[in-house]
């Protein structure tokens, strides 16, 4: 059963560069969510999609942009990475937007921005 | 603003009780959950409460009152795998989760 798949696992880039994390879900999720999270803080929600062929911002959507072409993947593109966005980058899906049902997390991506 | 605390770090000891505790202040409020997180590890769901009281699953529960703004997670006969952060999160009235900084347990033998 694989879930959530995120890739690359980690990654260390130059500040300026474009990264793009990927994100699959076998689950036939409707919703997913992209988050980040920092050491003392809580997870931040970075953009979402509802549904394939929409998206939305979330907490923290700055220097990001996803896409939802269908159902199954939803990649995160950092266009030029700066090093505040160091961070450890989650995935993750439920099966409707309502936020009431059990969210299922990728194993995570660690970003580093030098 | 909307705001979830939680202690940092706890530490008890195998076979004993512990209890974490969260507070929440949300504009609104669709129901209360508790995440399991360990180290480099993707969260994993333990429970979800939206009305009062306690629900048991195993060595685990979990309490709410929404009068107060409070939920626990209580865990008994604590072994080492429950080493492990246990993150709160609250769904405010947008049904938009507001997360917590998590509470790291560390189990001693």
């Known amino acids: 059963i694989a879930g959530i798949t995120q890739a690359p696992t980690s990654q260390i880039l130059a500040a300026g560069r474009r990264m793009t994390l990927r994100c699959t879900q076998d689950?036939?999720?409707?919703?997913m969510y992209w988050y980040r999270q920092d050491l003392g803080l809580g997870l931040r929600l970075i953009h979402y999609?509802?549904?394939?062929?929409?998206?939305g911002k979330g907490e923290v959507p700055d220097g990001y942009s996803v896409s939802r072409a269908n159902t199954d993947d939803f990649p995160l593109t950092l266009a030029s990475a700066v090093p505040s966005q160091t961070s450890v980058y989650f995935c993750?899906?439920?099966?409707?937007?309502?936020?009431?049902?059990?969210?299922?997390f990728g194993e995570g991506s660690r970003l580093t921005v030098l | 603003g909307q705001n979830i605390d939680q202690p940092t770090e706890m530490t008890a000891t195998e076979g004993a009780i512990v209890q974490i505790n969260c507070t929440y202040q949300?504009?609104?409020?669709?129901?209360l959950f508790w995440y399991q997180q360990h180290a480099g590890e993707a969260p994993t769901f333990l429970s979800y409460?939206?009305l009062d009281g306690l629900e048991e699953k195993g060595r685990f529960s979990s309490f709410l009152s929404r009068s107060k703004g409070y939920s626990y997670l209580l865990l008994k006969e604590l072994q080492m795998k429950d080493s492990a952060s246990y993150l709160c999160?609250?769904?405010?009235?947008?049904?938009?989760?507001?997360w917590g900084a998590g509470t790291k347990l560390i189990i001693k033998p």
């Open positions: 993750a899906s439920s099966e409707d937007s309502s936020n009431t049902g059990e969210l299922f």
């Open positions: 689950m036939r999720h409707n919703a």
């Open positions: 999609s509802n549904t394939a062929g929409t998206t």
């Open positions: 949300t504009s609104g409020f669709n129901g």
């Open positions: 409460n939206v």
């Open positions: 999160a609250a769904l405010d009235s947008n049904y938009q989760l507001i």
